[in-house]
């Protein structure tokens, strides 16, 4: 590794970590629930206990009443589906729409070990690119956060199918996973296999977008790169109808997006790479939690 790069694994694992230690791994934690309850002891009953939980053969060879204690049996496999399409390579403000996915990613993952729960990670675009099978421990999401940031994101033509990281994600996850796939969702044709993946696992979409995607500035005549697919367009953005066109445009395709993925019951959190993802994040699985 680098020093360059293992400076930047060291500044995430810093700033994520921290995150999930002052805010987050309360909210994550009672969002995603165990297997179940599993037996841990049996001890004394002291007043106020459940009286429904009095253990009776115990009970009755001690001459004394003792309860059952249960624990929730946690060990959650997560799954990290990372889009590194080239789309992703696009950021008006400080940092492109990827930086804020791999900061994303790396909270998550801290949280999920928190947690003692399993996490792997998936990178895709329109193939799954790489895959790291989940694991417990800090090394193990300290390699997810190098290998996503150490990925090649050089080749400007790397199209995105979430169709392709949905049937991968259905096909490894055997027993009932969470999921989170972060991508901008510049895609369609993937609902039917959204909607199974949704309802065999506890899925969450987090749609990154850049501030200028919606709020298009006044620059002159700019010529124009689809990244996906390589074409080249001009846009005059003096023209005030013009970036009024294109900023109603994107606010649709953001809303219209939304309103499928309600229809479905997919939970979608929407970030701009100019708002506080933490706060957003914060605030989306404290209503989650209480929906659950």
């Not at 037996?39 to 004394?44: L, T």
């Not at 624990?71 to 008006?92: A, K, N, T, Y």
């Not at 701009?272 to 209503?287: A, G, P």
Request: charged share 30%; hydrophobic share 35%.
């Amino acid at each position: 590794m680098s020093k360059d790069l293992l400076k930047k694994v060291r500044q995430i694992e810093i700033r994520t970590k921290n995150l999930v230690n002052d805010f987050f791994g309360g909210d994550y934690h009672s969002n995603f629930k165990g297997k179940g309850m599993t037996f841990s002891e049996v001890r004394e009953y002291s007043p106020g206990d459940d009286v429904r939980s009095i253990d009776w053969n115990v009970t009755a060879k001690t001459g004394k009443p003792h309860i059952k204690i249960f624990e929730e049996e946690r060990e959650l496999s997560v799954l990290l589906l990372v889009d590194v399409s080239s789309s992703g390579i696009f950021g008006s403000q400080n940092n492109l729409k990827i930086d804020i996915g791999i900061e994303i990613a790396a909270m998550l993952g801290f949280s999920a070990i928190k947690n003692n729960d399993k996490v792997g990670l998936a990178l895709f675009s329109d193939k799954i690119e790489k895959f790291i099978p989940p694991k417990k421990g800090k090394s193990h999401v300290l390699r997810l956060i190098t290998d996503l940031l150490n990925h090649n994101y050089d080749d400007k033509r790397k199209k995105t199918s979430i169709k392709t990281a949905i049937d991968f994600a259905n096909n490894i996850s055997k027993r009932k996973s969470v999921i989170f796939l972060i991508s901008d969702f510049i895609d369609d044709n993937f609902w039917n296999e959204l909607k199974f993946l949704n309802f065999k696992h506890d899925v969450v979409g987090i749609q990154i977008y850049d501030f200028f995607e919606k709020n298009f500035p006044n620059i002159g005549l700019v010529n124009m790169l689809d990244p996906e697919s390589g074409q080249t367009y001009w846009i005059d953005t003096s023209d005030r109808k013009s970036r009024l066109n294109f900023e109603r445009n994107s606010e649709k395709k953001l809303e219209t997006f939304s309103k499928k993925c309600k229809n479905i019951g997919f939970d979608l959190l929407q970030i701009s790479t100019k708002e506080d993802y933490v706060k957003l994040l914060m605030q989306f699985f404290k209503k989650r939690a209480k929906r659950s």
